[in-house]
C-alpha cells in the first residue's frame, strides 16, 4: 500500500518515470505475498491518462511489459476495472513491442471489459489507450471508431479534462489525415483550450505542436512559428529524462 500511494503521488506531479519505479516494486511484492488484490490495484494504476507512452517517457517499457502480463495471469478472469485498465496500461508500454494486431486485440478486450463494468470513466480511459495503441496510419478506421466512440462518451459524461482533450485530439489528428483541415484546426484548438486546465507539458507541448504544423501547411509562416517556440519552451522547462 505504502508503494501504491508514493507511485500515485509520482504520477500526479508527472514524474511518471519514478511511478513507474515505485509501481514495479509494488507489482513484485504483491505477486511475492499472493496477494491477487494488491496486484490488481498496482496493476491498473498504472494505467496513466495522456497522450505519450508511458514506457518510452520512462525507459522502462520492456520491464513494465513484463510486469503486467504476469499481474494480468494471476488475475481473475471476471470483468473489473482492473481487469481493464491493466489491459489498457499494457497496450499503452507495449506499442514499440508488440506487433499492432496484438494490440489491436489487447485493447479491444480492454474496452469490452470496461464497457461490461459499466463506469464510464473506465471507459473512457479504455478507449483512450486503443486510440492510443492504434496511433498508426494502417489502423487509420479503427482508431476513428474508438475516437468517435470516446468523443461521444466525452459529451455525455463528465471525464476528466484530460480525456476530454485527448478525445478532441484525437478527432483532430483523423481529420488531419483525411484532409479536413479546417475541422482538424478547430477541434485541436479546442482540444488545446481544454488542455490548458490539466497543466499537462505533455498534452499542451503536442497540442502546440500540431497547431503549429497545420498553420505551417496553410501558410501562417509566423503563427506556426508562434506555437512551436511555445511548446519547445514549455518541453525544456518541464520534461524528465534520465
Not at 51 to 69: I, K, Y
Not at 113 to 130: C, M, S
Amino acid at each position: 500500500d505504502a508503494l501504491l500511494e508514493q507511485a500515485r503521488a509520482w504520477i500526479r506531479v508527472d514524474d511518471i518515470a519514478a511511478g513507474y519505479r515505485a509501481l514495479m516494486a509494488a507489482l513484485d511484492l504483491a505477486a511475492g505475498l499472493g496477494d491477487a488484490g494488491l496486484v490488481a490495484r498496482a496493476a491498473a494504476t498504472a494505467n496513466v491518462e495522456g497522450l505519450w507512452q508511458s514506457g518510452e517517457v520512462t525507459q522502462t517499457a520492456g520491464e513494465m511489459v513484463q510486469a503486467l502480463e504476469r499481474a494480468l495471469a494471476v488475475l481473475p478472469d471476471e470483468p473489473s476495472a482492473e481487469r481493464a485498465l491493466a489491459l489498457g496500461a499494457l497496450s499503452d508500454n507495449a506499442y514499440w513491442i508488440h506487433p499492432s494486431d496484438r494490440l489491436d486485440a489487447v485493447t479491444a478486450e480492454s474496452v469490452d471489459i470496461a464497457r461490461r463494468v459499466g463506469d464510464p470513466v473506465v471507459l473512457g480511459r479504455a478507449l483512450q489507450k486503443r486510440c492510443q495503441a492504434l496511433w498508426r496510419s494502417a489502423t487509420l478506421d479503427s482508431r476513428r471508431e474508438a475516437v468517435a466512440g470516446l468523443v461521444a462518451l466525452a459529451a455525455e459524461h463528465p471525464l476528466t479534462p484530460a480525456l476530454q482533450a485527448v478525445a478532441r485530439f484525437g478527432d483532430a489528428s483523423v481529420d488531419w489525415e483525411l484532409g479536413e483541415v479546417a475541422e482538424a484546426e478547430r477541434k485541436a484548438e479546442q482540444a488545446r483550450v481544454i488542455a490548458g486546465e490539466t497543466g499537462s507539458p505533455a498534452l499542451l507541448t503536442q497540442l502546440d505542436y500540431f497547431r503549429s504544423s497545420m498553420a505551417a501547411f496553410t501558410g501562417r509562416l509566423a503563427e506556426a512559428e508562434a506555437h512551436a517556440e511555445r511548446a519547445y519552451d514549455l518541453h525544456r522547462r518541464t520534461r524528465r529524462w534520465e
